[in-house]
Every structure is written in C-alpha cells, then in structure tokens.
T-cell receptor, first 113, second 113 residues
Framework: EDQVTQSPEALRLQEGESSSLNCSYTVSGLRGLFWYRQDPGKGPEFLFTLYSAGEEKEKERLKATLTKKESFLHITAPKPEDSATYLCAVPAISSGSARQLTFGSGTQLTVLP | ETGVTQTPRHLVMGMTNKKSLKCEQHLGHNAMYWYKQSAKKPLELMFVYSLEERVENNSVPSRFSPECPNSSHLFLHLHTLQPEDSALYLC????????????FGPGTRLTVT
C-alpha cells in the first residue's frame, strides 16, 4: 500500500529561523506531489505541485523541492503569519482502490515573534 | 462568488436528523470531492465525482450519500449520523481527477449530538 509520511509532526521556530519540513512517499509512478497550507478551521490552500525529481518551486519565503523518495518544504526567515499546518499529498493506491489523492498527517508549524 | 463555496459553515444535528451539505465550485473544473477531516487524522477522501467516473471510499458508511447534479454542484446528504461523524467536511474541485491540484472550500464544521 502506498504511503505518505510527514515529519516532524510539530515544529516551533523563532521568527527568522529557517528550517525544512519533510514529506516522504512510497508510491510507484509518481503523478505529482502537492503541498498545501491549512489554517485552523479552514480548508487547505494550494501552494505547489511538483512532478519530477529535481524540480523546485518557490513562493515568497517557501521553496518546495522533490527527489525520488521525498519532498522538502524549506521556509526561509519565517514570520508569525507563516504559522499553519502544512500538508503534502500524492495520488496513491489505498486499500486496493484506484489512485486517490492521499494526504500526510501534516506538520504544524508555529513561528514565534 | 469565487473559488469553492460550502454551506452551511457550521451544523449541529441530532442522530435522528436528516441534513444536507452543499458545495459549489466557480472554477470551471470537471471533478469534485468530499473529504472528512477529524482531529489528529489525515484528510480522508469520501467520494469523487468526475465526468468519467464516481469513486467511493469503501469504508464510508451508507449514512453518507453524495449527489452530483452537474459539474458545479455537489451535495452530501446525511442521515442517522453518529457522534463519531463529528468532523470538518471539506469539498474540493480540480480540473481532472489525476495529476491536477485540488482547490478546497472553507469546510462545514459538523457536530452530531
């Protein structure tokens, strides 16, 4: 069964302290890896799609990278408004069903002023 | 209206009630989804509707019944729910089922008493 695992579960940073979030996956034939941001009580907000190893995407203080086994979301000089849960997802086979977008459990990021 | 909208935003219902959740997408997409998000658990796909197919997660109880009258509207009919069904129910849409990012609505916070 395909799996998506995110680490760490929670991360606390001081404002300006750069770090990285990890998303590892075990799927055959990757058909895209998606990053989302979710604020409490709201729906996930789409950030990036990565399709092939070596690909990188950037948006403000965020940069997503992809290898054959994992993706990283790098946060450079974060601000308190970057506090949120970051989710990654891949189309994966679950319980014998056709490919469905399978989400990781997320990393809850808190940036302290 | 823009993006994906959901109504109601909050719903409290008894176990014997019947209610419906509504989702509308204004993005011209061809696939729509229902997800369940419970505390401390990954997003769980419940149903997928697209021009090509309807996909169900076989673990979804029959007390949840989807309806997709056209490519812009999606309903989730609820009846005789259980307290463990209390969760955030999210609707999403995408251009097609595979390989495309999904855009989420704000969700309906459901509480079953």
């Amino acid at each position: 069964e395909d799996q998506v695992t995110q680490s760490p579960e929670a991360l606390r940073l001081q404002e300006g302290e750069s770090s990285s979030l990890n998303c590892s996956y075990t799927v055959s034939g990757l058909r895209g890896l998606f990053w989302y941001r979710q604020d409490p009580g709201k729906g996930p907000e789409f950030l990036f799609t990565l399709y092939s190893a070596g690909e990188e995407k950037e948006k403000e203080r965020l940069k997503a990278t992809l290898t054959k086994k994992e993706s990283f979301l790098h946060i450079t000089a974060p601000k308190p408004e970057d506090s949120a849960t970051y989710l990654c997802a891949v189309p994966a086979i679950s319980s014998g069903s056709a490919r469905q977008l399978t989400f990781g459990s997320g990393t809850q990021l808190t940036v302290l002023p | 209206e823009t993006g994906v909208t959901q109504t109601p935003r909050h719903l409290v219902m008894g176990m014997t009630n019947k209610k419906s959740l509504k989702c509308e997408q204004h993005l011209g997409h061809n696939a729509m989804y229902w997800y369940k998000q419970s505390a401390k658990k990954p997003l769980e796909l419940m149903f997928v509707y697209s021009l090509e197919e309807r996909v169900e997660n076989n673990s979804v109880p029959s007390r949840f019944s989807p309806e997709c009258p056209n490519s812009s509207h999606l309903f989730l009919h609820l009846h005789t729910l259980q307290p463990e069904d209390s969760a955030l129910y999210l609707c999403a849409s995408s251009q097609a089922v595979m390989g495309y990012e999904q855009y989420f609505g704000p969700g309906t916070r459901l509480t079953v008493t």
